[in-house]
């Protein structure tokens, strides 16, 4: 059974950072392209950061680049998501995604989020 755990959130002041792990289990991880989203109450889940299977190419949300960085190990089973210079606008609870197209559809994985809180 597929399964992805996020880890790393919390409350952190403004410019501050913090490091979001993702743990997956259940699949072959090393198929799938990995990304992080994040969700504020009343608005859609945004894509923030997304690395190919291979580790060799990422997308940035344009508000996260030179903030943000994603990384993977595919040994361990983990994505990353380091955090530089959080401001308000990045509070949300993030989530990990595994996304990997079979058979002319996506195969989707999520976890249930970690909150990311930016305060004063």
């Known amino acids: 059974q597929a399964q992805l755990v996020e880890s790393g959130g919390g409350l952190v002041q403004r410019g501050g950072s913090l490091k979001l792990t993702c743990t997956a289990s259940g699949f072959a991880f090393d198929r799938f392209a990995m990304s992080w989203f994040r969700q504020v109450p009343g608005k859609s889940r945004e894509l923030v950061a997304t690395?190919?299977?291979?580790?060799?190419?990422?997308n940035y949300l344009n508000a996260v680049k030179g903030r943000f960085t994603i990384s993977r190990r595919n040994a361990e089973n983990v994505v990353y998501l380091q955090m530089s210079s959080l401001d308000f606008e990045d509070t949300a609870t993030y989530y990990c995604?595994?996304?990997?197209?079979?058979?002319?559809?996506?195969?989707?994985?999520w976890g249930s989020g970690t909150q990311v809180t930016v305060s004063a």
């Open positions: 995604n595994a996304a990997r197209p079979e058979n002319g559809d996506w195969t989707n994985y």
């Open positions: 690395m190919d299977s291979t580790g060799r190419s990422t």
